[in-house]
């Protein structure tokens, strides 16, 4: 059998397995790398968020503290009052300065530079607590800053003005490219500082996400968000935007441990595929693979009267082709088949193909076929399918068919079961014989075993004929008087030349088969021509029976 890489590119179990060598554990491997730099990054993503909330935290502390005091003297504006807003804006970074101002936005009292001017202030005044606008243009001061304020006495509010640059300083530092933050604003919707670029979806997305409960989520196409808020002060909330890990980008930063893996899937998959290579290219894959695909086809070689010439049965020989050509040949395959226990399946498969072909009025009613058994493979499932095949096939019984057991070492183990069925088989009117017999080490071990009814001289004595000094040629004498002394049926094999012929009928051999009288034939063709040849011998005794009459 031809040895090829085309047979294992054909086996999808090779080729599947190859790709999960290939793909799974490079999949896993990519899967898990994502994975870990993905909570990495969510770890570096909630340190970050924490750390920039707890700092604004802590100056909020100090700014409210700050604002609680003005509101003690809130009652008057005097140069005292100016004098520990300086102080208070020189001991808070970040703070630009303070201010009182009325129900009406006015301010009262400042230690701004200019005094003069309205505020735009987003709560009432009875609202208690402190509380945070967004970032904005203040005019009355010319910054961009945002203004903290709580309730004074007397229906003021008590302000302060943070500076936008220094909020933007209090922002955590050391994100990566492409990330950012923003301190935001959750009441008023508004973001007081931000880190980074953002858009405007990023920022509607941020409005829209904070107050949700989720701690982080997508935002648009591949940009995730998470945010905190503060249990301190409700209305201050951090949010960081993040481009997740990708596969391309953890792989990058492991190409050495990358590069390795490959490597490994590599050989993984390449040893599998050798080892397929080797395991679908063995006879004994190839088998299971022509069974399954239905590649073994019978042939038929006829058993012909050397004294008539007429036929009188036929081997049936087992032929393996794909695709129009030969895969291997029966001294190949059988002793395959044998081995691999798939002989009986292999039999059985050809036996009924036969049998279904030649079934309803073909065969002759003296007509056999010979079936090949391996004696090993005789069993009670042997026995119980040949006598189903005969009840299924009426046009068969036990006169039209014959078993050749093949001289192979019959295990001990076997021996008594193989005597049984076949003593069974017997019974039943079922005729045994020896196969290519002389060619094995058991020959004679059979005629105890098997008491057999029929004895096939292998070709390699036939073709001895033609050398009569050599030892095949006096074997052939001597398995000829052996059998004739057993009063067996003789049938020689291979016979191919008229001198072959002439030596065998000398010695009252009768049977043979072979090229000189027929080579074997495809099932279709043998069915004709046991048909045509039928019906050529009974014109011939018709003729005889007619001569016989018309001479008396």
């Given at each position: 059998?031809?040895?090829?890489?085309l047979?294992?590119?054909?086996?999808?179990?090779?080729?599947?397995?190859?790709?999960?060598?290939?793909?799974?554990?490079f999949?896993?491997?990519?899967?898990?790398?994502?994975?870990?730099?993905?909570?990495?990054?969510?770890?570096?993503?909630?340190?970050?968020?924490?750390?920039?909330?707890?700092?604004?935290?802590?100056?909020?502390?100090?700014?409210?503290?700050?604002?609680?005091?003005?509101?003690?003297?809130s009652?008057?504006?005097?140069?005292?009052?100016?004098?520990?807003?300086?102080?208070?804006?020189?001991?808070?970074?970040?703070?630009?300065?303070?201010?009182?101002?009325?129900?009406?936005?006015?301010?009262?009292?400042?230690?701004?530079?200019?005094?003069?001017?309205?505020?735009?202030?987003?709560?009432?005044l009875q609202?208690?607590?402190?509380?945070?606008?967004?970032?904005?243009?203040?005019g009355?001061?010319?910054?961009?800053?945002?203004?903290?304020?709580?309730?004074?006495?007397?229906?003021?509010?008590?302000?302060?003005?943070?500076?936008?640059?220094?909020?933007?300083?209090?922002?955590?530092?050391?994100?990566?490219?492409?990330?950012?933050?923003?301190?935001?604003?959750?009441?008023?919707?508004?973001?007081?500082?931000?880190?980074?670029?953002?858009?405007?979806?990023?920022?509607?997305?941020?409005?829209?996400?904070?107050?949700?409960?989720?701690?982080?989520?997508?935002?648009?196409?591949?940009?995730?968000?998470?945010?905190?808020?503060?249990?301190?002060?409700?209305?201050?909330?951090?949010?960081?935007?993040?481009?997740?890990?990708s596969?391309?980008?953890?792989?990058?930063?492991?190409?050495?441990?990358?590069?390795?893996?490959?490597?490994?899937?590599?050989?993984?998959?390449?040893?599998?595929?050798?080892?397929?290579?080797?395991?679908?290219?063995?006879?004994?894959?190839?088998?299971?693979?022509?069974?399954?695909?239905?590649?073994?086809?019978?042939?038929?070689?006829?058993?012909?009267?050397?004294e008539?010439?007429?036929?009188?049965?036929?081997?049936?020989?087992?032929?393996?082709?794909?695709?129009?050509r030969?895969?291997?040949?029966?001294?190949?395959?059988?002793?395959?088949?044998?081995?691999?226990?798939?002989?009986?399946?292999?039999?059985?498969?050809?036996?009924?193909?036969?049998?279904?072909?030649?079934?309803?009025?073909?065969?002759?009613?003296?007509?056999?076929?010979?079936?090949?058994?391996?004696?090993?493979?005789?069993?009670?499932?042997?026995?119980?399918?040949?006598?189903?095949?005969?009840?299924?096939?009426?046009a068969?019984?036990?006169?039209?068919?014959?078993?050749?057991?093949?001289?192979?070492?019959?295990?001990?183990?076997?021996?008594?079961?193989?005597?049984?069925?076949?003593?069974?088989?017997?019974?039943?009117?079922?005729?045994?014989?020896?196969?290519?017999?002389?060619?094995?080490?058991?020959?004679?071990?059979?005629?105890?075993?098997?008491?057999?009814?029929?004895?096939?001289?292998?070709?390699?004595?036939?073709?001895?004929?033609?050398?009569?000094?050599?030892?095949?040629?006096?074997?052939?004498?001597?398995?000829?008087?052996?059998?004739?002394?057993?009063?067996?049926?003789?049938?020689?094999?291979?016979v191919?030349?008229?001198?072959?012929?002439?030596?065998?009928?000398?010695?009252?051999?009768?049977?043979?088969?072979?090229?000189?009288?027929?080579?074997?034939?495809?099932?279709?063709?043998?069915?004709?021509?046991?048909?045509?040849?039928?019906?050529?011998?009974?014109?011939?005794?018709?003729?005889?029976?007619?001569?016989?009459?018309?001479?008396?």
């Open positions: 059998m031809k040895v090829t890489w047979n294992t590119l054909r086996d999808w179990l090779s080729i599947a397995v190859a790709l999960a060598l290939l793909l799974i554990p999949s896993s491997y990519s899967l898990m790398v994502l994975a870990v730099d993905h909570q990495q990054k969510q770890t570096q993503v909630a340190e970050l968020t924490e750390e920039t909330l707890s700092n604004f935290e802590i100056v909020l502390d100090h700014l409210n503290g700050a604002l609680i005091n003005l509101k003690i003297a009652d008057h504006c005097d140069a005292e009052t100016r004098n520990l807003m300086h102080r208070l804006s020189y001991d808070l970074p970040g703070v630009e300065a303070f201010a009182m101002v009325n129900q009406f936005n006015e301010v009262r009292c400042t230690n701004w530079l200019r005094n003069l001017g309205n505020l735009s202030l987003d709560l009432p609202h208690s607590g402190l509380h945070l606008s967004g970032e904005e243009y203040i009355l001061v010319g910054k961009t800053g945002v203004l903290a304020y709580r309730p004074g006495s007397e229906n003021t509010l008590i302000v302060s003005l943070i500076s936008s640059t220094y909020l933007r300083q209090a922002l955590a530092q050391n994100i990566p490219i492409g990330d950012s933050i923003v301190l935001f604003n959750s009441f008023a919707r508004k973001h007081i500082a931000m880190n980074g670029l953002l858009n405007s979806g990023e920022i509607a997305q941020l409005e829209q996400g904070l107050g949700q409960g989720d701690p982080e989520f997508d935002v648009i196409e591949r940009r995730s968000l998470m945010t905190q808020t503060s249990l301190q002060y409700p209305s201050v909330s951090v949010g960081y935007f993040y481009n997740p890990p596969y391309l980008s953890a792989l990058q930063q492991r190409l050495p441990e990358v590069s390795l893996f490959i490597a490994l899937s590599l050989l993984a998959a390449w040893g599998w595929l050798a080892y397929r290579h080797n395991k679908v290219n063995s006879i004994e894959y190839q088998i299971q693979v022509g069974l399954r695909q239905h590649e073994f086809e019978p042939e038929l070689q006829p058993i012909v009267d050397m008539t010439g007429q036929w009188v049965g036929a081997e049936m020989l087992a032929r393996w082709r794909r695709a129009g030969t895969v291997a040949y029966p001294d190949e395959f059988i002793p395959a088949a044998e081995a691999s226990r798939r002989i009986k399946t292999l039999t059985r498969v050809l036996t009924e193909r036969v049998f279904k072909s030649l079934d309803g009025g073909t065969l002759p009613d003296d007509f056999y076929i010979s079936i090949n058994l391996s004696p090993n493979h005789v069993d009670e499932r042997t026995e119980s399918a040949i006598v189903a095949l005969a009840e299924q096939y009426p068969f019984n036990t006169n039209n068919i014959r078993f050749e057991i093949t001289e192979h070492g019959l295990q001990e183990t076997g021996r008594r079961r193989f005597q049984d069925v076949v003593s069974r088989l017997k019974q039943q009117g079922f005729l045994f014989g020896l196969d290519d017999f002389g060619t094995g080490q058991s020959g004679l071990e059979y005629f105890s075993n098997l008491s057999p009814d029929f004895l096939k001289i292998d070709r390699r004595f036939v073709n001895a004929i033609d050398s009569p000094e050599s030892i095949d040629f006096q074997l052939l004498k001597t398995i000829v008087q052996l059998a004739q002394s057993l009063n067996l049926i003789i049938i020689a094999e291979g191919e030349t008229e001198q072959e012929r002439d030596w065998l009928q000398q010695q009252g051999i009768r049977f043979a088969q072979g090229w000189y009288y027929e080579k074997a034939l495809p099932l279709p063709i043998f069915r004709q021509r046991l048909k045509d040849a039928s019906m050529q011998f009974q014109t011939r005794s018709d003729d005889l029976v007619d001569a016989v009459t018309e001479h008396s």
